[in-house]
């Protein structure tokens, strides 16, 4: 019998259908992954299992019995729980007392911690999920917050667990230990939802998987019968280049060029200790770590943002280490921000609006103060279509676009300025696949077109299909340099989380030999 | 969940409004006009504008408010009274008034003046009254109702000056020969306070030593508590004040520091609840007098048209309001030199300068 | 998705049209309704006391014209409340822009009596407009270098102009005699009631002109707005002000100086709190004193929001504030309503309007949260 199943469930949101009808099951001591591009409704249906929201239609059954299920503390007593993508702890609180939380054992009035803590222990121990009862939450990182969620599921006695896109802040290291833990899970007859849009991940820890596309469930397959290309067509509905193919590199002269770079965070505390880098033309350089680790503060040195405390950022021979960020763009550095709603994009402004958004003061866009409105409206026109942004006007505002489409202007406007450097952090975040075939043919693009790239980001997979060169940044300090190809994404995540030392001094001098070497 | 707490907010906020505006308005409703008398009916309708203090302002508003009122019910005239909310009210108010037939119409406070003035022009057949308007040239349907505020003051100074120097008044008289006088605005108005207060107080207690603060405005009470304090600092014992507001925080300074309090323009012994125990009497401006008398002028067909007026002691325009709490420990030889005070002002004895 | 996205925008501009038309008229019904509650309840003649108001504020040429007379500062400082919120200003402090505003008109228009009209007006207007840019650009500074908070700053100001103009009028700039005022400006400097433009002849052939006490200042007031709507729309200064207003951080991204915008933008909204202050003295009082300001600058704010910070939209926002002004003396007059109930119908109507806007807030976020949930 099915612990928990799912029959014709159907979420409208006023002009969207986010759940068309749909039915699935989940057995004892099974994983399921349900996959599906940003939007397709995951989250949703699992939301309405969890009592976030109520369906507009459908049944819900719960070990056989037909249930509506009111709120999270129903789902809860039910044996249904979940771990959100935003973790819902208490920051200065310990382990302890976020999973008691709401649960707490009380005797005569009194919270009984020792219990509690016992009890804690006592879980953890099962299910291989180390983690110390006593440290408060804001000294853990990630991966260890994502386990206290996961115990304070199971201490409230869930027999069902719902992950939602679990992997999605996690180190690979990280990822693996996370993969471990779920087994035991179902070892011990417990149930796994497993929400995700990677397709790796998918293959390698789900028993049944169930692909979702517009609100509908368009098909189930398990990891043995299908590959990674298949599913992607099924998920995004047609074919997929999930590794875009990658021209040999033509080298041209050095364009950024940054040395003995030192910059503060905004707690004043030194983030990056010492960089130096270049970058070529014709090259893509990665920058890959773990999120913190300095990369943030080194992207917004080069393109103005962040006055560096020393060192010197060269641009073509030219010094701009202390040029603003309009005489930054001026010079020809495009960026592609890591967090597109904060500053990417200005949300309220129509995507015309934000296609001239660093340009508005040059012709053909404005001259002496006053905008031509002809002008933008050709360029948004053209870019819309060049870039392929979805949406039927560029008098639209960017709010209402989807996360991939208004990725899409953010490529747009930073590409189709035509820049001698592309700084790209975390461009492909959030995305779907589909999107992110597009952005990294962008990315390589502007590459073969004899562009200077430097790339930073979180995901391996997005290195080593882009990189040419690939920098490991550790504590403020790039740690080791590999040529395309060269690590194994292991050897990749041994260095990044400290595994080379971080006395490993910062390799000097070697700019100019860095281009040599591969290929 | 949203939409229907949205409902029973506003279902909330809509008893809200009612619950705190209805008893507010039922109260409203008590200050409406009385019913007219059975008078012999005549057929002049006066009419008033408020200046932005309103009606409740327990000065120059209700003052003016309580002599049209006065004149309703002896007279039998109908009355109106317009609320002023802005500035800009003041000429639209006028002009509606004149045009719906009122005459004559009081404007109250010096801020209409202007308009007083342009206003007359339109209507010539209208009569108006501007209550402290001073017209360089008043217009034959026009009257200036002023008031000699330096008589009155003349007697809270020699009040002032005779009780500085007698402790079985109160224990908040001191050994000092110091009084105090706080004023609104530096304006030749209020001048007129300031002079007549010290010429009194000279008159009695020719060394006394008179301390004058201005507060620059009429409405800040704190400066007014601050200025006190400082005037009692300096061992003032009795402090008048000429300055609207500005009075209402002296008065809690007294009440905070010790010292004894003149009061100015209405009663205020009756007009600020608690201030008995420092208001030794209050210099009145009989503005309800002068409003009656111009009505009751203008009903008898001898409308004062052309003139500026002044309401003296003689008028009785300006007068002492009693001691109340005081008036057993207020010696004798006070209010008989108050009274002579009262006479020779009134025969002419003595002229009260207008100026320091 | 995407299918569903696309067809969003056209549905929301339909949605937009009707909520924007639509929903103000509502809440004036609504508030008419609760305002004849409040009449009814308190024993007075609604029916006769909106009549009244009615004919008070639009009954009559002469009844437009003090609508119109009363809109004219509002417009002006709802259009300097509305442009510092585009530029994600509180310009709070709009009175005391407004005090120095009037301030250097009614100086300059004593200074310059002797020049003709068409040089003595543009320097009175650009001088206020000096004088009142002056007055928040200390507060701009603060806000830019050190983040000092507008709201305090501006609002400080307030009170520095407002007790610097009580001291003028009663010291060095007092005309002689008993009031504490400045000189009258002179007769070119002051402007013109608008129905004094025209022959008698013409009046009386067109008595719909008759305008009573609205002066010129209305006409600058328009022009201003619909140069600020331009400003917003057309030119780079409107352009990074929205943006800094939207997504400071964004706006840094894309290369504008998050400060300077700040300033530039709060010394333009002081400039036109500085008009309004300008427009009351050339066209109402023609001098200074005192309280010559009903507390506009804070009314401006309303007639922002209400305006839901639209240039053009002030100006019906500015209207609507001066009908309730202007209607509120025959109220008093033909249907016996005191002042204090007249305030409260108006705190309702302002409420309600201002309450409209919050609503449709709300309805716009959950739109935006159904996306997400989507999304």
């Not at chain 1, 309220?348 to 002008?375: C, K, Q, V």
């Not at chain 2, 040239?137 to 330096?150: D, R, T, Y």
């Amino acid at each position: 019998m099915s612990v928990l199943e799912l029959r014709e469930i159907t979420k409208v949101f006023p002009g969207v259908v986010a759940n068309d009808h749909v039915s699935l099951s989940l057995e004892e001591g099974e994983i399921i992954a349900l996959l599906g591009e940003n939007g397709a409704g995951k989250t949703t249906l699992m939301n309405v299992v969890y009592g976030l929201l109520s369906c507009d239609g459908g049944e819900l059954l719960v070990d056989g019995r037909p249930v509506k299920i009111k709120s999270p503390r129903h789902a809860i007593d039910l044996g249904i729980g979940m771990v959100h993508q935003h973790f819902m702890l208490v920051q200065p609180l310990t382990v302890t007392e976020n999973i008691v939380l709401g649960h707490e054992p009380a005797r005569f009035g009194v919270i009984d911690f020792a219990t509690a803590r016992k009890k804690v222990l006592e879980i953890s121990a099962r299910y291989g999920l180390k983690v110390d009862p006593d440290s408060r939450i804001m000294d853990l990182s990630v991966g260890m917050q994502q386990r206290v969620e996961i115990l304070k599921a199971l201490y409230q006695g869930a027999r069902i667990l719902i992950l939602d896109e679990p992997t999605a802040v996690l180190t690979p290291q990280e990822v693996r230990e996370l993969f471990a833990v779920v087994r035991s899970l179902v070892n011990e007859g417990l149930s796994v939802v497993f929400i995700t849009h990677k397709l790796e991940e998918v293959m390698a820890v789900a028993d049944r998987i169930l692909v979702m596309r517009d609100g509908r469930l368009v098909g189930e397959t398990r990891p043995s019968d299908t590959d990674t290309v298949g599913l992607a067509r099924m998920m995004v509905g047609r074919d997929v280049v999930l590794r875009v193919e990658k021209a040999p590199r033509a080298c041209g002269d050095t364009v950024l060029e940054v040395d003995g770079l030192h910059v503060k965070d905004d707690r004043g505390l030194e983030a990056v200790r010492g960089v130096a880098l270049s970058v070529r033309g014709g090259e893509i350089v990665a920058i890959a770590g773990v999120d913190g680790n300095g990369q943030r503060e080194i992207v917004e040195s080069i393109v103005g943002l962040r006055k560096p405390t020393s060192g010197t950022i060269r641009l073509k021979g030219e010094d701009i280490t202390h040029a603003s960020a309009r005489s930054s763009i001026e010079a020809g550095v495009s960026h592609i921000p890591e967090d597109r709603h904060r500053r990417g994009l200005i949300l309220e402004f129509t995507i015309a609006e934000n296609l001239m958004l660093g340009d508005h003061r040059l012709a053909p866009y404005s001259t002496r103060g006053l905008m031509r409105p002809t002008a933008v409206t050709a360029m948004a026109k053209r870019r819309i279509v060049d870039y392929d942004v979805r949406t039927p006007s560029e008098r639209v505002l960017a709010s209402a676009l989807s996360g991939g489409n208004q990725q899409k202007v953010v490529v747009a406007r930073e590409i189709g300025r035509d820049p001698e450097l592309l700084v790209a952090a975390q461009p492909t975040r959030g995305l779907d696949v589909g999107a992110i075939e597009f952005v990294h043919r962008q990315i390589l693009k502007e590459r073969d077109s004899g562009k200077a790239v430097l790339l930073v980001s979180l995901e391996l997979e997005e290195i080593s299909a882009l990189a040419d060169r690939i920098l490991v940044i550790y504590e403020g300090r790039i740690v080791k340099e590999f040529a395309a190809g060269e690590a194994d994404d292991e050897t990749l995540g041994f260095y990044m989380t400290g595994g080379g030392g971080s006395k490993l001094a910062p390799e000097t001098g070697a700019t100019g030999a860095r281009g040599e070497g591969e290929r | 969940m949203n939409r229907k707490w949205s409902k029973v907010l506003a279902v909330a906020l809509a008893l809200t409004l009612l619950v705190a505006f209805v008893p507010g308005c039922a109260s409203e409703q008590e200050t409406g006009e009385p019913t007219p008398a059975e008078k012999p009916a005549t057929s002049v309708k006066a009419a008033m504008v408020t200046d932005v203090g309103g009606l409740g302002d327990k000065s120059f508003n209700d003052l003016s408010y309580e002599g049209l009122k006065r004149a309703q019910s002896e007279l039998g005239v109908e009355i109106k009274v317009l609320e002023s909310k802005e500035i800009t009210d003041y000429e639209s108010n006028i002009d509606q008034l004149a045009s719906a037939g009122y005459s004559p119409i009081f404007a109250v406070g010096f801020l209409m003046t202007d308009t007083v003035s342009k206003v007359s022009t339109m209507y010539p057949d209208v009569n108006f009254a501007g209550v402290d308007e001073f017209f360089a040239e008043p217009p034959a349907n026009v009257v200036g109702l002023n008031f000699k505020e330096q008589e009155g003051s003349y007697l809270a100074g020699v009040v002032a000056g005779l009780a500085t120097k007698d402790k079985t008044i109160s224990d908040k008289i001191n050994d000092d020969n110091v009084i105090g006088f706080v004023g609104g605005m530096d304006v030749p108005l209020i001048k007129k306070f300031e002079a007549g207060f010290v010429a009194g107080a000279k008159s009695v207690n020719p060394d006394v030593q008179v301390i004058s603060l201005y507060a620059g405005n009429f409405t800040d009470q704190a400066k007014g508590k601050e200025l006190g304090y400082s005037l009692i600092e300096k061992k003032a014992d009795v402090i008048y004040a000429a300055a609207g507001a500005v009075g209402l925080g002296t008065i809690e300074a007294c009440k905070d520091k010790g010292a004894l309090f003149i009061g100015v323009d209405a009663d205020q012994y009756n007009t600020v609840p608690g201030s008995g125990d420092v208001m030794l009497t209050s210099m009145m401006k009989r503005v309800d007098i002068a409003v009656f008398e111009t009505v009751k002028a203008a009903v008898n067909g001898s409308f004062p048209g052309g003139q500026i007026q002044y309401f003296g002691l003689k008028e009785g325009g300006v007068d002492l309001a009693p001691f109340h709490d005081f008036e057993s420990k207020v010696p004798q030889t006070i209010k008989d030199a108050v009274e002579k005070a009262r006479q020779d002002i009134i025969s002419g004895a003595v002229t009260v300068p207008e100026t320091l | 998705m995407s299918e569903t996205h696309e067809a969003l925008p056209e549905q929301r501009r339909w949605m937009g049209v009707v909520q924007q038309i639509g929903a103000p008229v509502i809440s004036v019904i609504i508030a008419i309704g609760i305002g004849s509650v409040i009449m009814w309840v308190s024993g007075y003649d609604a029916g006769a006391a909106f009549a009244a108001l009615f004919k008070g504020s639009f009954g009559s040429p002469k009844a437009f014209g003090d609508t119109l007379l009363r809109a004219t500062p509002l417009i002006f400082t709802g259009l300097a409340v509305a442009y510092g919120f585009s530029a994600g200003l509180f310009n709070i402090g709009a009175e005391g822009q407004l005090f120095m505003g009037g301030l250097a008109a009614a100086y300059l228009g004593v200074q310059l009596a002797a020049q003709p009209w068409y040089a003595a007006v543009p320097v009175l207007l650009l001088g206020a407009m000096a004088a009142g840019a002056a007055w928040a650009f200390v507060p701009a500074v603060l806000k830019a270098r050190i983040g000092a908070h507008e709201v305090i700053t501006t609002m400080m100001f307030t009170y520095i102009g407002k007790y610097l103009v009580s001291w003028l009028v009663v010291g060095p700039l007092k005309a002689p005699g008993q009031i504490p005022q400045t000189v009258t400006i002179g007769t070119s400097a002051q402007l013109p009631r608008i129905q004094t433009l025209f022959s008698e002849a013409t009046l009386e052939a067109l008595p719909f002109l008759r305008f009573g006490r609205a002066h010129m200042g209305i006409v600058v007031a328009i022009l201003f707005a619909v140069i600020m709507w331009a400003i917003l729309k057309y030119t780079t200064l409107g352009y990074e002000a929205r943006a800094v207003g939207f997504n400071p951080t964004a706006a840094e991204t894309g290369g504008i100086s998050v400060s300077s915008t700040i300033i530039k933008a709060l010394c333009i909204s002081g400039a036109l709190a500085g008009l309004s202050g300008a427009v009351e003295v050339m066209g109402v009082h023609y001098k200074i004193f005192d309280q010559f300001s009903s507390g506009f600058g804070f009314t401006g704010i309303a007639v922002a929001l209400v305006a839901k910070k639209n240039p053009l939209g002030v100006i019906p926002a500015a209207l609507l504030f001066g009908a309730l002004s202007a209607g509120s003396g025959l109220m008093q007059l033909e249907a016996d309503v005191p002042q204090k109930i007249i305030s409260i119908i108006q705190a309702v109507v302002i409420f309600l309007i201002a309450a409209e806007s919050v609503i449709q807030w709300f309805i716009k976020r959950r739109q935006k949260e159904a996306l997400s949930h989507a999304g």
